[in-house]
């Protein structure tokens, strides 16, 4: 469920965006060189649009990618990011470790408090999607 919850974009619009902001995904194609173009809407209906381009797969375990804001034409505002990201599962836990490269510490600072707000939000509500997810 975490892998799913990760890789298909039906399952991660619903989770991704903190509230009171959603998520859509315009298209994705989760293959080593396809990529996932998507926006995260504000209560007021903006757009704020990034790309992510999956450099390398392998099923279950870990998946990378490069990840861009972008415009909405999917005009990448470099230089972004790279994720790195790795499940493992011990005793019918599922654990996934998120690692993100920048290219220097000041773009890192600029990006660290919202993202770090952002992203707390997002996982609770993973949390909640994954429970809804196994009582099915």
Avoid: C
Avoid at 9 to 19: F, H, N, V
Avoid at 100 to 106: Q, R, T, V
Wanted: glycine residues 6%; charged residues 20%; neutral net charge.
């Amino acid at each position: 469920m975490a892998w799913d919850a990760f890789t298909k974009a039906e399952l991660i619009d619903q989770w991704i965006a903190p509230a009171p902001m959603t998520a859509k995904t315009k298209y994705m194609n989760f293959v080593v060189g396809g990529k996932r173009f998507y926006a995260m809407i504000s209560p007021e209906g903006k757009e704020m649009w990034a790309i992510q381009e999956f450099t390398s797969i392998t099923p279950k375990t870990n998946f990378k990618m490069k990840n861009a804001f972008a415009d909405k034409d999917e005009n990448p505002q470099l230089p972004g990011s790279d994720w790195d990201f790795s499940f493992s599962e011990h005793g019918g836990i599922t654990t996934v470790k998120i690692s993100i490269y920048n290219e220097s510490l000041a773009r890192l600072e600029g990006l660290l408090y919202g993202f770090k707000l952002g992203y707390t939000a997002s996982l609770s509500n993973l949390e909640k999607l994954l429970a809804i997810l196994s009582s099915r």
